[in-house]
């Protein structure tokens, strides 16, 4: 306990100031019960003194750290940012603290990070997660504190994630109404069951709708960088090179496929449509725009981080499953 200039002080030194007992004190920094005479008393002493319990002492009397633990894949990423803002928001207006462990996309370093918040002083943690194993179920089980995922959908644990399937038909339908027929697609990793598998069937759903059979060759994998989306591109114009229209699982994908696109002659939309999603704000300035679904990023991450407070507060061990609409955005690029 810290108070005028740094010297510290004792909940005892603040009662006999107070002219009050310890446990009056304890009581009223604990939200109990205390007459409106001592609580002013105490409160004067405080506002004069400075008295800031320290975080240890807190610890040991409630139990809790007040501390959240949140794991995610990058830190340079434009839609982790987002969803981390929401979080930290929330926590904040909460009075908890947020602890952050950047993992650049490596699984083990994400199951290390699990393993090291299950041993530390944490009240729960949020994975923003991409790849899910049964390695990371386990690790999930052995926590030992309350845990929400956001951005991958799991049975068993309370999740919050967006409707990538619903999403990657509704883009890959504004592509087909726009007159193509030969809509290929370029997405990530089927092990990230969000961005890659459900995208990818969302895509394959829009084509068979449009009675048309998807073709192996029409379809490409990429990492989740622009860099990539222009490999990526490169190679489905190879085997492809009478393309229509190209959906893509992010709009950083897109991006690169553009460049690659414009390199070889291409126009968009005249000649080639595009559209990626994520709503990213490089698909706002690309010219033409870029056309995208709008995730909400930052609700995600305020809705993870409510869901967690109310398993701490309440205690209840319930697993809720929370799924985020989107919003299409027809840009320019179809």
Not at 35 to 49: C, D, G, H, L, Q
Not at 79 to 84: L, P
Not at 99 to 125: F, M, P, Q
Not at 126 to 145: C, D, F, M, P
Request: net charge positive; hydrophobic share 40%; charged share 25%.
């Amino acid at each position: 306990m810290r108070a005028e200039g740094g010297r510290k002080m004792t909940i005892a030194e603040i009662a006999r100031r107070a002219g009050v007992s310890k446990a009056a004190v304890s009581r009223y920094l604990n939200n109990g019960y205390v007459s409106s005479e001592k609580r002013e008393a105490i409160r004067r002493v405080i506002e004069e003194t400075g008295y800031v319990p320290s975080q240890q002492a807190q610890t040991l009397r409630t139990g809790k750290s007040r501390m959240i633990g949140v794991i995610v894949p990058r830190i340079d990423s434009e839609s982790i940012s987002r969803v981390v803002a929401g979080i930290s928001r929330v926590l904040e207006e909460n009075g908890y603290r947020l602890l952050l462990a950047n993992t650049d996309n490596r699984i083990e370093k994400e199951l290390e990070y699990l393993e090291v918040l299950r041993s530390g002083n944490v009240d729960g943690v949020i994975l923003v997660a991409t790849i899910l194993s049964a390695a990371h179920r386990k690790a999930l089980a052995a926590l030992g504190v309350p845990v929400v995922l956001a951005g991958q959908q799991m049975d068993g644990i309370s999740c919050v994630f967006h409707d990538d399937r619903g999403a990657a038909r509704a883009v890959t339908e504004l592509l087909l109404q726009s007159g193509r027929r030969r809509v290929g697609y370029i997405g990530v990793t089927p092990r990230d069951k969000a961005a890659g598998a459900a995208r990818r069937a969302g895509y394959q759903d829009a084509l068979r709708a449009a009675g048309q059979e998807p073709r192996p060759e029409w379809m490409e994998q990429s990492d989740f960088s622009i860099d990539g989306g222009y490999a990526a591109a490169e190679r489905l114009l190879a085997r492809v090179p009478d393309i229509q229209g190209i959906f893509c699982a992010t709009d950083s994908i897109a991006i690169g496929a553009k460049k690659r696109l414009e390199e070889q002659g291409k126009r968009i939309p005249d000649d080639v449509a595009l559209a990626g999603i994520g709503h990213s704000r490089m698909s706002e300035l690309v010219r033409p725009r870029l056309a995208t679904a709008h995730y909400y990023y930052q609700t995600s991450g305020e809705e993870a981080a409510h869901d967690l407070l109310e398993i701490i507060g309440q205690g209840v061990d319930r697993k809720k499953q929370l799924m985020l609409g989107f919003e299409v955005f027809a840009g320019e690029s179809v």
